[in-house]
């Protein structure tokens, strides 16, 4: 078995699925910087307060990424196999679970975002500011987990464009808020680190009444609705967990790493923990594209398995590792070359 797939139609399915994602994935990590680099012109407290807080929003993504990558495998089957009742049974599981998740990150941090944040860092003038963007920004995690999960779908069904649309309104909307609201601009009053919250609250609720809007009302396709969120599916129970929980897990274990990661750091000083969160975003700009080549991965070898070429997902899956390496060196290799212009920006 070759490291790579001698077919052309291959490589351009590769680049119609990952394109957009990676696009997409940019526009979002941009928001961030965006946000780090206004807080930043305020003071550290500001930014590292902010990075406390979007650490636990982080977690809490990672936790919504699994929940549809976990969910997108079997989508990506039954879609390959024409098994449109089972896909929206997997909806059905992928929905209930981000309901659950979001309802409990909503209460622990609505009820304790103090504690939530000591978690990350000693500083009292840290917590206190970070505790205000949590408060303001506590329906975030229903939004977004919503408008994540229902991303993915619509990837898989091969409606990319949607999500990339609605990412780049977002992006504009957050960045005019942000600087109306952090700076107290248009006669709004000048928030900080709260206004960031607010900002990102405004751009998420774009996000999760566009993209879920127009999955739940208009998308034809897998014919989804609301309601169908209370329809029976114990019969593909077992098989949602057996597949999607791995997936959730692994994500998840990835989120809690880089949360111990910012704990240690947010230990050290404030000073450090702002350093961090430069350098953090930096490494986010160009670990999407291998977020994106993944997002591929799954859609076309699940949609190679669904129609019962499993020799040939098999060659595939074998090129997209070998695909994974040579991106990742590239990306290693534009982080060391950009790293002094981000730096600087701040």
């Known amino acids: 078995m070759g490291l790579f797939v001698k077919d052309l139609t291959f490589y351009k399915k590769i680049l119609a699925i990952g394109g957009p994602v990676a696009l997409q994935q940019v526009i979002t990590v941009g928001v961030n910087m965006m946000d780090t680099v206004m807080l930043g012109q305020l003071n550290e407290t500001a930014l590292s307060a902010s990075a406390a807080a979007t650490q636990v929003h982080s977690l809490f993504q990672f936790m919504s990424m699994g929940m549809g990558m976990g969910a997108s495998v079997l989508i990506a089957r039954y879609w390959g196999a024409g098994e449109m009742p089972s896909l929206r049974k997997t909806l059905t599981l992928m929905y209930r679970c981000c309901l659950l998740i979001s309802l409990i990150f909503t209460a622990v941090v609505g009820m304790a975002p103090d504690q939530v944040l000591?978690?990350?860092?000693?500083?009292?003038?840290?917590?206190?500011?970070?505790?205000?963007?949590?408060?303001?920004?506590?329906?975030?995690?229903?939004?977004?987990?919503?408008?994540?999960?229902?991303?993915?779908?619509?990837?898989?069904?091969?409606?990319?464009?949607?999500?990339?649309?609605?990412?780049?309104?977002?992006?504009?909307?957050?960045?005019?808020?942000?600087?109306?609201?952090?700076?107290?601009?248009?006669?709004a009053p000048a928030m900080g680190v709260a206004g960031a919250a607010v900002g990102t609250l405004i751009s998420r609720c774009f996000e999760f009444f566009t993209i879920c809007g127009y999955f739940f009302i208009f998308e034809k396709t897998a014919g989804f609705r609301f309601k169908d969120i209370f329809a029976p599916c114990e019969d593909l129970s077992a098989e949602y967990l057996r597949i999607s929980l791995p997936v959730m897990v692994s994500d998840t274990l990835l989120g809690l790493g880089n949360s111990v990661t910012m704990a240690v750091v947010g230990h050290i000083s404030d000073v450090f923990m702002s350093a961090y969160t430069i350098t953090h975003v930096t490494q986010q700009l160009t670990s999407v594209f291998t977020g994106s080549l993944g997002q591929s991965a799954v859609i076309i070898t699940g949609n190679t398995l669904g129609e019962g070429h499993q020799e040939q997902s098999q060659r595939q899956g074998v090129t997209f590792t070998a695909l994974g390496f040579v991106l990742g060196a590239v990306c290693g290799s534009v982080i060391v070359l950009i790293s002094p212009l981000v730096v600087g920006s701040y």
């Not at 978690?119 to 919503?146: D, H």
């Not at 464009?161 to 952090?182: E, K, T, Y």
Request: glycine share 8%; with cysteine; charged share 10%.
């Open 118 to 187: 000591r978690l990350l860092t000693p500083y009292p003038e840290v917590i206190a500011e970070g505790a205000r963007y949590l408060r303001w920004a506590l329906p975030c995690f229903f939004l977004f987990g919503m408008s994540t999960t229902t991303t993915i779908v619509l990837r898989n069904l091969k409606q990319m464009h949607i999500p990339l649309l609605v990412s780049i309104g977002a992006f504009f909307i957050n960045i005019f808020f942000n600087w109306v609201f952090i700076f107290g601009k248009l006669g």
